[in-house]
């Protein structure tokens, strides 16, 4: 990619939208950094959101923020319908790029390019899409993901799944997540043994993940349960909040495992807690695009067991930073486990080698220097610049479509065939 340009007199203006929870999780933590370490003498940022809390964080950096609610169309919550809503935030948006004379909008997830598609083509504006995760596709087609100036994933999973739909190729490129490294090693370093009493001799993981099913704490559980049976000393604590905390407490109890496992909630110090007293960093996800978590236990020196799915394999390399296993099996995570248990050497090189591959592939630096290229390959070439007559890609939506009632006309013909 061609050197940033920095003969700009000004820096451009750059509308940065974000949809999503009110709290500060994986997205929203990419989206603080980008903002914070961005080239300021070329490049400007102001923030257009629905989170009171990722608001309030963007302020302290001295940004422009405008909070307001969004509302989508033909959404999983009601209204699902309101026309006027809409019209409204392509009104809001139009006034937003005119005051700050936005050069171009990033999208930070995928339900604000709903309106943003009809924003940046009625001030020709380069649309960039910046996804956290993968679609259904319902939502690929509602929220018109198909339409910007060029779609940004996580990792190649993400667009993975647009390109299978038909998206042009050079539509779209990775860059992956980079996280703070100076920032997330000045945290306070606290030692997880002594915080909780645990014996001096045990072997302990730490997980630290939002609880719900798609991040696979019960088969960590599962995972415990089996290595318990034959004797191991093993403590695991996990770190975070989420709609699943009590079942899983409950599977705890019912294992019997109350004294060994430990939900600890929400720490603004991960990092600093992963540093002292962690053995091993364990993920039990079903599904995940990047693993930001990952990235920061490899920056605390921990080899890593996670399961072989999504864009994990991205973040961590077998044998060499940690061990990857079988999605979704508590039984491959135990014999993992036991693993490096035995050989705790093996620990301690994964360990170091992971502290490199985080420095030098996944540090905020590589992953900001890589949007501001892409920045300035957009601004400086006017066929990124979307208009009404252009960069809308149809065929896609109609390609999955098709391919899935195509797919779902196969299944129903074979269960009635089946049930004859």
């Known amino acids: 990619m061609p050197e940033i340009k920095r003969s700009l007199k ?27 370490h961005i080239d300021k003498e070329v490049f400007s940022a102001v923030l257009w959101c629905n989170s009171p809390l990722l608001a309030q964080e ?30 409204k935030l392509i009104k809001k948006g139009l006034s937003i790029v005119d005051e700050h004379q936005i050069a171009l909008i990033h999208c930070n997830s995928g339900a604000p390019s709903q309106w943003l598609n009809f ?22 087609i509602t929220l018109g993901l198909y339409h910007s100036s060029m779609v940004v994933g996580v990792s190649q999973p993400v667009i993975e799944q647009l390109l299978c739909d038909g998206l042009h190729t050079q539509a779209c490129c990775v860059i992956p997540n980079g996280i703070d490294t100076g920032t997330l090693l000045s945290q306070p370093i606290e ?14 993981l730490m997980s630290v993940c939002s609880l719900i099913k798609r991040k696979g704490v019960d088969l960590l559980i599962e995972a ?12 695991l604590v996990v770190v975070g909040e989420g709609e699943e905390k009590e079942r899983l407490q409950a599977q705890i109890d019912e294992s019997h495992l109350s004294d060994f496992i430990h939900l600890i909630g929400e720490k603004k110090n991960v990092v600093g807690l992963m540093r002292k007293g962690i053995d091993l960093y364990v993920s039990g996800a079903r599904e995940e695009v990047f693993g930001l978590t990952l990235a920061e236990a490899g920056l605390a020196q921990l080899p890593v067991i ?52 985080v420095s030098e592939k996944l540090s905020i630096q ?23 007559f252009s960069h809308w890609q149809w065929l896609p939506a109609i390609k999955a479509s098709y391919q899935f009632v195509k797919k779902t006309s196969f299944i129903s013909a074979n269960h009635k065939e089946a049930l004859q």
């Open 224 to 235: 415990c349960r089996s290595l318990h049976e034959i004797c191991l000393n093993v403590h």
């Open 119 to 140: 924003v940046s083509r009625a001030r020709k504006l380069p649309l960039v899409l910046h996804l956290h995760s993968r679609y259904p596709l319902r939502d690929r």
């Open 58 to 87: 963007v302020k302290k950096l001295g940004v422009t923020v405008y909070l307001i609610d969004f509302t989508l169309l033909f959404g999983e919550h009601s209204p699902r319908f309101d026309f006027q809503a809409f019209k």
């Open 306 to 357: 996670a399961p072989h799915v999504g864009g994990i394999p991205s973040v961590i390399e077998h044998q060499k930073t940690g061990l990857l296993v079988e999605p979704d099996n508590a039984n491959a995570l135990a014999r993992a486990i036991y693993h490096l248990y035995i050989n705790q050497e093996q620990c301690e090189t994964m360990g170091q080698a992971g502290f490199k591959h």
């Open 191 to 204: 030692n997880i043994r002594h915080t909780l009493n645990l014996p001096h001799d045990a072997f302990v």
């Open 366 to 388: 590589t992953h900001v220097n890589e949007f501001e290229t892409l920045y300035q390959n957009l601004l400086y070439d006017p066929m990124m610049s979307t208009r009404w």
């Open 10 to 36: 000004t820096p451009k203006n750059i509308l940065f939208v974000h949809y999503g929870e009110n709290w500060i999780r994986g997205s929203e933590r990419c989206l603080i950094d980008l903002i914070k």
